[in-house]
């Protein structure tokens, strides 16, 4: 049981380069999220996806999409990537119940910087 | 809005000490309040999930309080050992699936 997986672990890209985050989970669970993370300001929700077919954006959804591929399955798009766009990215995942009682389980995270 | 912070930013103590952590939020109508622990270059651990009904919840060395009136929670880590060096994040559900996050608190225990 892997849990949440994230790949790559390590990006570096150039202003106006798009790239493909991928987030896969194997714990069966319907609701999946995308957050960054920048030092002295916490966690930030991007999107999240609260079941298969449906996405939502969070607090700071601009200059990102999403695609929930299916149950497992939940990647994050930078189109055209800025310096302001450098952080780490987590994917998370939550079930069975989908409700407030579930916990969010986090996958390892992806550095990225944008030069 | 949902506000959420936690103070001090950093903490370091002799072993065996007990911790204190505390995190304050904005507003009270809030779903569930999560502690997470993360260690330096990897993801987030769920240590408790306290619902707005509890008042506090346990796991061995750990306890977690919530005073949803007030906007407080606190978390107490028993006989702190080095182990415990990591960064805690408190997490405040306040809209369905939205988390809204703490900075952390960076805590160094000396042995």
């Known amino acids: 049981n892997a849990g949440v997986t994230q790949t790559p672990k390590f990006q570096v890209l150039k202003t106006g380069q798009s790239m493909t985050l991928q987030c896969a989970q194997d714990m069966n669970h319907n609701s999946m999220y995308w957050y960054r993370q920048d030092p002295g300001m916490g966690l930030r929700l991007i999107y999240y996806?609260?079941?298969?077919?449906?996405?939502d954006k969070g607090e700071v959804p601009n200059g990102y999409n999403v695609s929930r591929l299916n149950k497992r399955e939940f990647s994050l798009r930078l189109e055209s990537a800025a310096p302001s766009q450098t952080s780490v990215y987590f994917c998370?995942?939550?079930?069975?119940?989908?409700?407030?009682?579930?916990?969010?389980?986090f996958g390892p995270g992806t550095r990225l910087t944008v030069l | 809005k949902q506000e959420v912070t936690q103070i001090p930013a950093a903490l370091s103590v002799p072993e065996g000490e007990n911790l204190v952590l505390n995190c304050s939020f904005t507003?009270?109508?809030?779903?569930?309040l999560q502690w997470f622990r993360q260690d330096p270059g990897k993801g987030l651990t769920s240590l408790l999930l306290i619902q707005s009904s509890q008042r506090e919840q346990t796991s061995g060395r750990l306890n977690a309080s919530l005073d949803k009136s007030s906007g407080r929670s606190t978390l107490y880590i028993a006989a702190s050992q080095p182990g415990d060096s990591a960064t805690y994040l408190c997490?405040?559900?306040?809209?369905?699936?939205?988390?809204?996050f703490g900075a952390g608190t960076t805590v160094t225990v000396r042995a």
């Open positions: 507003d009270s109508a809030i779903y569930n």
């Open positions: 998370a995942s939550s079930g069975p119940s989908g409700t407030s009682t579930d916990t969010q389980y």
């Open positions: 996806s609260a079941s298969e077919g449906t996405t």
């Open positions: 997490a405040v559900n306040s809209n369905d699936y939205k988390l809204s």
